[in-house]
Structure formats: structure tokens, C-alpha cells
């Protein structure tokens, strides 16, 4: 007999309850905002309206059915079941941050504030919860199969975000480092040689279809880049190297590419410590010292994002 599914709703703290941890009680906290020319009625309803859309999202979940929550900050320590269905009640951020810790489980975005969230990523109304529930398990859900990217040092720890992937100095400052390609499945811009060369610069970021909405975007616009930016599911990863500073022994012709499935970006540490974190998680960075070397690429496992 096979196990009933069990829904694990992700959410993350409410600024309402935050404020009031640092400042100890409601009072102190609208204190405080009051003196900076905002109102806590405001974050107080937001938040209330946060919590009221978990409430009603966990209320939909079918009887029959196993419940599980965890906030944002315990995503490390959780352990998802192959028969999870994930639903993440919050904002599109909060859909990344738990995208790395899963292998194939639907996730369904639930946006708490329509109009103030994009919504790339909660699609769905908190009243869609009960169809997208008793759909999202079985073969008739409409899934689209977001592409990620990775990043496997030469020790064997491994990195995946849904977004992006930055390496570099910790606190974004120069880093050195030699930076190449490991086969002909990536595509220079420039395309001009050398196809590897040594940098300092204040980092790497290579990223996804769904990350071409964020950070990587910004990055391709102030470029003025003539690549194209990747689809979601689009097997396709673009790569940037932020402020490369030229000197007798750094370059700064190997800038920008992108890489396909087959393709890798090769990164070899030439200082002290370098750091690789995705999604601006960097509380959760993998940490990499002189010598070693870290291969980025599309991972191989997808998120399940049902549509």
C-alpha cells in the first residue's frame, strides 16, 4: 500500500514578526518605524495577510493527506520524501531558496500579495490551492520543467540554484582566478581568443532562463550583451565576469558566453578564498582555497514548477 502524499508548505517569516523579535514588543517596533517615516500598520497587515494565506492554503489540503511546514530559515535541515508535494506560500524568491534541496517533487507557487510579488514564480491565487492540490500529484498536472544550474568543485561539494550561481571573493571584492572553457559546447562574447586566461574581478555569475528575470538581466543590460537570454526551460545557461581588471598578468577578453548542455566553466582559484553561492544565499556558500578548481554548468535535475 502506497503512502498518501504529504504537502510540505514552505513560508518564511513575515517582516511584522521580525521587526517585533529585534525590538521586543509591537510597540517598540512601531517606535521604531515612526522614526523613520513609516507606518506599522502597514507591515502589520501585510503580515497578517501572509499568515492568513498559509492558514487557508493548509485548510485546502485534502484529509486523507500528511501535512508538513517549514520555514525558510530550517530548508537545510528538512528532509523532503520522494512522494512530497511542495507548495510554497510566500514570494518568487522563496520558490528558489527551496528549489536546491529537492530531486523531481512538484512545487506550487502560492503568491501571498498579488501586484506587489512579479509572480514568475507563484503563479497561482491562494483560492487555486484545492484544484492545483488534488491535480499536482498525479500525471494531468501542468508542469513546466525549470532549468537550474550547478557547480561541483574538485573535493566533490555541489552547489545548484534555480537562478544563479556567483563566485568570488566573500564580500564581492577582487578575486583571482583562472577561468576557461572545459569543451566546445560554450560560446564566447566576444568570440575571440584566449578561450581561457588568468583575472581578478569581482566575481562570476552564470545563470538560468528563470534568473534572466533578476540579477543575471541586470548584468546583460548594462553590457548591452548580444546574446540571448535563456527561456526557462531552455537547457541554456548565460555567464558574466563582473568588473575583470587588466593588468600584466590578467585579461579581460573572456568576459561573457554561454553554455550549453554539453558545456562547462571551468574556474581554478589563484587566491587565498574564493566562495560559489546560489540564489543570494550567502549564508549557505561553498567555500573553495588556492588550487582547487570548480566546474558550472545546467544541472541535471530540474525544478517541477506546476504551471
Known amino acids: 500500500m502506497s503512502l498518501a502524499p504529504r504537502v510540505v508548505l514552505v513560508h518564511r517569516t513575515t517582516e511584522y514578526e521580525e521587526l517585533v523579535a529585534r525590538h521586543g514588543t509591537h510597540g517598540q517596533a512601531a517606535f521604531f518605524l515612526r522614526s523613520r517615516g513609516r507606518d506599522i ?50 514570494q518568487d524568491g522563496l520558490v528558489a531558496n527551496v528549489a536546491k534541496y529537492l530531486a523531481g517533487q512538484p ?9 506587489r510579488n512579479p509572480g514568475v514564480l507563484v503563479r497561482h491565487a491562494v483560492a487555486d490551492a484545492p484544484k492545483l492540490l488534488a491535480s499536482a500529484p498525479g500525471p494531468r498536472a501542468v508542469v513546466d520543467e525549470l532549468t537550474m544550474v550547478e557547480a561541483v568543485a574538485d573535493d566533490t561539494q555541489r552547489l545548484v ?30 568570440r575571440a581568443e584566449p578561450r581561457a586566461e588568468p583575472q581578478a574581478s569581482s566575481g562570476v ?36 565576469v563582473r568588473e575583470a581588471w587588466p593588468s600584466p598578468v590578467t585579461g579581460t577578453s573572456f568576459v561573457a558566453g554561454e ?11 589563484e587566491s587565498d578564498r574564493i566562495v560559489a553561492f546560489g540564489d543570494g544565499m550567502e549564508g549557505d556558500a561553498m567555500e573553495l582555497t588556492w588550487g582547487q578548481t570548480v566546474s558550472v554548468g545546467v544541472a541535471g535535475v530540474r525544478l517541477r514548477l506546476v504551471g
Open 205 to 240: 555569475l552564470v545563470g538560468t532562463g528563470t534568473g534572466a528575470s533578476g540579477w543575471l538581466r541586470s548584468v546583460w543590460q548594462e553590457r548591452s550583451s548580444a546574446l540571448s537570454l535563456p527561456g526557462v526551460t531552455e537547457a541554456r545557461l548565460l555567464w558574466f
Open 107 to 115: 512545487v506550487v507557487g502560492i503568491d501571498t500579495d498579488p501586484g
Open 41 to 90: 500598520r502597514e507591515v502589520a497587515e501585510r503580515g497578517g495577510r501572509e499568515r492568513r494565506a498559509l492558514a487557508e492554503v493548509a485548510a485546502s489540503v485534502p484529509l486523507t493527506w500528511r501535512q508538513a511546514r517549514v520555514e525558510r530559515g530550517d530548508l537545510d535541515r528538512f528532509l523532503f520524501a520522494p512522494e512530497d508535494v511542495v507548495v510554497v506560500v510566500g
Open 161 to 190: 540554484a534555480l537562478n544563479e550561481i556567483y563566485l568570488g571573493a566573500a564580500g564581492h571584492q577582487t578575486a583571482r582566478y583562472r577561468l576557461g572553457l572545459e569543451d566546445d559546447g560554450g560560446v564566447v562574447e566576444p
Open 259 to 269: 553554455l550549453s548542455t554539453s558545456a562547462r566553466l571551468r574556474l581554478t582559484v
